[in-house]
């Protein structure tokens, strides 16, 4: 059995279930009608180009270009995370690339390496789905630690300035929620692994079985997707939260006024 083709008729059936979403959304004044809109055409133009690039990009199969590849996602992975995060008052893109190029590429080059073992293991039919799974899952990770990061610290902002009054360090002061922090971050992934296989069948499970693969092979290859997700997602949440910490404080070591703001004031009183 070969991958069943989707035609575009077929195409134009799946769209219509989204306007039906979308009745509904104007029906109950939801006000995500337009935002539903705007995230089917980008969802048609990306994936299609991204289909385009890569017929080009498995043609070619150069290392170079697929490192070029997986760095634009980087990149745009970072600035998505970031645009997502609505509790922080600054933006540091720097730390955020940098906190998400150890788990891909680690995770990326040792499921490919090891675990897929392709011929060669950094074809780039192999290392491009697998990175970009583990950018998607490590985005959504990073967005959640950050954003709990900053939501915690600015809600326990008196009891962090009292506990730097009183002699603790940086980290002392905030490791609490610096840890609920990366506990959120890995929070999605731990849910996903505890109902996997009983409450839903992620997409490249049934993605391998609707082209014709063995069941018991698609659930190989979809446990080790799975935990490379959950190790991608510790590393990246790990990686973020421990380098924007210190970001939360003054040189002199106290906590930045901007903190004891709302979001809305904070992001208006910040510093560029």
């Given amino acids: 059995m070969s991958a069943i083709p989707i035609s575009d008729w077929q195409l134009v059936i799946a769209v219509s279930l989204v306007l039906a979403a979308g009745v509904v959304s104007a029906l109950l004044r939801l006000g995500l009608l337009k935002t539903l809109a705007w995230a089917t055409v980008r969802t048609f133009l990306q994936?299609?180009?991204?289909?385009?690039?890569?017929?080009?990009?498995?043609?070619?199969?150069?290392?170079?270009?697929?490192?070029?590849?997986?760095?634009?996602?980087?990149?745009?992975?970072?600035?998505?995370?970031?645009?997502?995060?609505?509790?922080?008052?600054?933006?540091?893109?720097?730390?955020?690339?940098?906190?998400?190029?150890?788990?891909?590429?680690l995770v990326t080059v040792v499921v490919c390496m090891l675990v897929i073992r392709g011929d060669p293991w950094y074809s780039a039919r192999v290392v491009v789905p697998i990175a970009g799974m583990t950018l998607g899952n490590s985005l959504n990770g990073i967005s959640l630690a950050l954003d709990r990061l900053y939501g915690e610290v600015r809600s326990q902002a008196p009891r962090i300035e009292a506990l730097l009054a009183l002699g603790a360090g940086r980290w002392e002061a905030v490791r609490e929620q610096v840890r609920v922090a990366v506990?959120?971050?890995?929070?999605?992934?731990?849910?996903?692994?505890?109902?996997?296989?009983?409450?839903?069948?992620?997409?490249?499970?049934?993605?391998?079985?609707?082209?014709?693969?063995?069941?018991?092979?698609?659930?190989?290859?979809?446990i080790a997707i799975m935990l490379m997700l959950s190790a991608a997602s510790a590393v990246g949440s790990l990686l973020l939260v421990g380098l924007h910490y210190p970001k939360l404080f003054t040189a002199d070591g106290a906590l930045k006024p901007v903190l004891y703001l709302s979001p809305t004031e904070g992001k208006r009183n910040a510093r560029p």
């Fill in 183 to 222: 506990r959120a971050g890995m929070t999605p992934i731990i849910n996903s692994m505890m109902a996997v296989g009983l409450v839903f069948l992620p997409g490249m499970m049934v993605g391998q079985i609707l082209a014709g693969a063995d069941p018991l092979t698609a659930v190989r290859y979809q």
């Fill in 47 to 105: 994936l299609f180009l991204m289909g385009w690039a890569l017929r080009y990009l498995f043609a070619w199969d150069n290392p170079w270009l697929v490192l070029g590849l997986l760095a634009f996602m980087i990149a745009f992975a970072a600035w998505t995370a970031l645009r997502r995060v609505k509790t922080a008052p600054e933006r540091h893109y720097g730390l955020t690339f940098l906190s998400l190029i150890p788990g891909t590429l």
